[in-house]
């Protein structure tokens, strides 16, 4: 079978890479840049080690990003990427301005509404070239074809898929991740982590997307929690960030699954911040997806150092389970409870959720294929 592989066409990879900014400008032809940010970046002086790299350059700025963007955040972007001349984007920020930066330069080259590019349509033509640079080692954004905007009127996260989502190129540089908080710290690798095994064990791994996957675990397994509790380690950053993107490589050539399918709705009516709700959600869908590829898992659970190599695959599997929950633990990851979410109104609308979620066509390609009240038992679980 043939697999049409998609990557960013330039990787600058290292600490500092960000100086290599000028250089990619001119390599892809872009003279007038438009910066895309938040605020949080503006008030870390990243956004002004962007200017002084660009010294000269003339550049446009937005730093309204939001994070989990919604559709009124991505207008708000378009109408400032409207009042200039701009020939490409730069994205400085974690998953939510990244994403936002595709969803603008979709719409700022093709108009319309991000409405009407979510999935089951496909965004084949590229929108303006992006040079994403990723502050959270997370999403893997920055080598993905999707992004993922909140339709904040019917309370959908909208899945947007297609290569002409790709950015033309990405730099890693992880210095940019050393001041992310911890709690965000934890969510961000559980969403890598959740990437690789998703794509790993998904109806639609190859060989390619298994590769980068499983690099991913392994580092992520021998790294998330030394970032978490020392949080200035740069090489266990390093390596983090460097996970998130391979993730990011396997997932995007490969397909997330049944956690994905059910964290988005979660996101959509309630707020949770991406990884966390994914974190949740993690052990217990593992738990239900687990005989119907105990081997691929069992591969997961020696990649990510939860099982030994030596271990037969009941064992992986059972190690692999015990291994996530106490993960979550030693993460300090929430129950749903602890959130703030009231039953009541989870209750009400977990059978939006469950449609939502199906509608995603993510459980899809879980080795488990759910049906809707299959879906609404494992919601139900998370509150017992
Ligand atoms: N496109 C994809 O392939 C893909 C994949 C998974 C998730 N997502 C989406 O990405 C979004 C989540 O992105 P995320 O998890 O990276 O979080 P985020 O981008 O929402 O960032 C979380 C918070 O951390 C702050 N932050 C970012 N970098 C920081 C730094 N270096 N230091 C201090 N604070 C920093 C941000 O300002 C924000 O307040 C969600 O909307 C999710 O749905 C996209
Ligand atoms: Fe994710």
């Not at 940010?37 to 446009?60: N, T």
Request: charged share 20%; with cysteine.
């Amino acid at each position: 079978m043939n697999h049409s592989i998609s990557l960013p066409r330039y990787v600058e990879y290292g600490k500092n890479a960000i100086q290599k900014l000028p250089e990619l400008l001119k390599k892809i032809g872009i003279s007038a840049p438009f910066i895309i940010s938040d605020q949080v970046m503006l008030a870390l002086g990243f956004v002004d080690q962007l200017s002084d790299v660009l010294q000269e350059q003339d550049f446009g700025i937005f730093t309204n990003t939001v994070p989990e963007p919604t559709a009124q955040s991505i207008v708000n972007g378009v109408v400032a990427f409207e009042l200039g001349q701009y020939d490409g984007i730069v994205a400085l920020g974690g998953g939510s301005v990244i994403d936002s930066a595709k969803a603008i330069a979709i719409l700022g080259r093709f108009g319309g509404k991000i409405q009407n590019y979510k999935f089951p349509y496909r965004i084949d033509k590229p929108g303006l070239p992006i040079i994403a640079i990723p502050t959270t080692a997370g999403t893997g954004s920055e080598c993905t074809a999707v992004t993922i905007i909140t339709d904040e009127i019917t309370q959908e996260k909208m899945l947007c898929m297609g290569d002409g989502l790709l950015p033309t190129a990405t730099i890693i540089d992880y210095r940019f991740t050393v001041t992310v908080p911890k709690r965000i710290t934890a969510d961000t690798g559980i969403d890598a982590l959740t990437h690789a095994i998703e794509a790993y064990v998904s109806k639609k791994a190859n060989l390619f997307s298994d590769q980068q996957a499983l690099s991913a675990m392994r580092l992520i397994g021998k790294n998330i929690l030394t970032v978490y509790h020392d949080g200035k380690n740069e090489t266990a950053r390093e390596a983090m960030l460097l996970a998130a993107m391979l993730a990011g490589v396997a997932f995007s050539n490969s397909s997330v699954a049944l956690v994905h399918g059910m964290s988005r709705p979660i996101g959509a009516f309630f707020h949770v911040p991406h990884g966390l709700s994914n974190a949740i959600l993690l052990p217990l869908v593992t738990e239900y997806s687990i005989g119907a590829a105990s081997e691929r898992y069992a591969q997961c659970a020696k990649a990510i150092g939860m099982a030994e190599e030596k271990d037969d695959i009941l064992v992986a599997n059972q190690k692999l389970i015990k291994g996530l929950y106490q993960l979550n633990k030693e993460l300090e990851v929430p129950k749903i409870r602890s959130l703030g979410i009231e039953y009541d109104k989870f209750n009400q609308v977990i059978h939006i959720m469950a449609e939502q979620s199906l509608n995603s066509g993510s459980p899809f390609n879980n080795p488990k294929v759910p049906s809707a009240s299959e879906i609404i038992e494992i919601y139900q679980n998370l509150w017992v």
